[in-house]
């Protein structure tokens, strides 16, 4: 059974009672919640994502829920829930899914060592994995959407899992998040994506979301061997320039954006230096003409 399979009152029970338990990938988060915006996004974002029974083990257990007191009815505010603590400052209730996604990208990066994690966009083509690591505001996101609207697989827009001492990457299909600018860019670049409402005024700006395309969480158990490293860099009105970069830097970059370097010692540096040796490694610069971009990036995944 999907998300998408549950009648809108039973989604509604599960997320305000036991909890509606999501494999994500790899992982299994039970989610519980009584906003609303969080059943609306839950049930437009997680359509296609496998329901787990009470019986199968969940990773992480979180809520969204509003705060005790005058908060709860006056200026209301969401606060994040792991494991029955409350991890986060509070946020506006507005924010609630914004709150959901970023505390799950936070159980993943600090709870999931049985992978090197690296901040980065992951997409696939032909079994190929190209990972896109960069620091927020790098345009990762918004590159990483149009590739998705043209025919990659989405393994990630945020977090690379690497198995250590091997060469998969292994796919964790969620929600694309655009934040700023990328928004509007991206709703024209591809009018057909399923996008949330704009929610402004958070810590990254304005933020909405894109639903992951089904055939990606469908095809989540097929992990990819290395194929590209690419560092993207966004700057206003630039040429779109594709060149090459050492694999030097291409390992440093991805130490430099690593979560859990540190936690795999030697293992992490063998890691990185084999997904390095086994990849073609770029450095990319665009200046915001996705359809230029998108040609690059075919052109590259045809070469021999």
Request: glycine share 8%.
């Given at each position: ?5 549950l ?36 049930a ?8 787990a ?71 696939e ?7 896109l690591p ?54 024209g ?71 859990n370097?540190n936690?795999?010692g ?28 998108v ?10």
């Amino acid at each position: 059974m999907i998300v998408g399979d549950l009648a809108a009152g039973e989604l509604r029970r599960r997320l305000r009672g036991s909890g509606l338990r999501v494999r994500i990938g790899p992982v299994v988060a039970e989610v519980r919640s009584s906003f609303g915006v969080v059943e609306s996004a839950m049930a437009m974002h997680y359509a296609a994502h496998h329901v787990a029974t009470h019986a199968e083990f969940a990773d992480f257990h979180v809520a969204v829920s509003p705060p005790f007191g005058p908060r709860r009815w006056i200026k209301r505010q969401s606060l994040f829930h792991f494991n029955g603590n409350v991890a986060f400052l509070p946020l506006a209730a507005t924010q609630a899914f914004a709150l959901l996604e970023w505390g799950l990208n936070w159980c993943i990066s600090s709870h999931c060592h049985q992978f090197l994690i690296v901040h980065a966009a992951v997409l696939e083509r032909d079994g190929k994995a190209l990972i896109l690591p960069a620091p927020p505001g790098s345009g990762k996101s918004t590159l990483c959407g149009a590739l998705v609207a043209c025919g990659w697989r989405l393994f990630s827009d945020e977090l690379a899992l690497i198995e250590p001492n091997g060469d998969r990457l292994i796919a964790l299909p969620r929600p694309i998040s655009l934040k700023n600018e990328s928004i509007a860019t991206i709703a024209g670049f591809w009018p057909d994506a399923a996008m949330s409402p704009v929610v402004h005024e958070t810590a990254k700006g304005s933020v909405a979301y894109v639903r992951p395309p089904a055939t990606s969480v469908r095809l989540a158990g097929r992990p990819a061997g290395p194929g590209w490293i690419v560092l993207p860099q966004y700057v206003k009105n630039a040429p779109t320039e594709l060149s090459p970069l050492s694999r030097c830097e291409a390992f440093m970059r991805l130490v430099d954006n690593a979560f859990n370097y540190n936690v795999h010692g030697r293992a992490g540096f063998d890691t990185l230096a084999d997904l390095v040796a086994a990849s073609r490694c770029f450095r990319f610069r665009y200046g915001g003409d996705l359809q230029e971009a998108v040609r690059v990036f075919d052109a590259l995944a045809a070469a021999p």
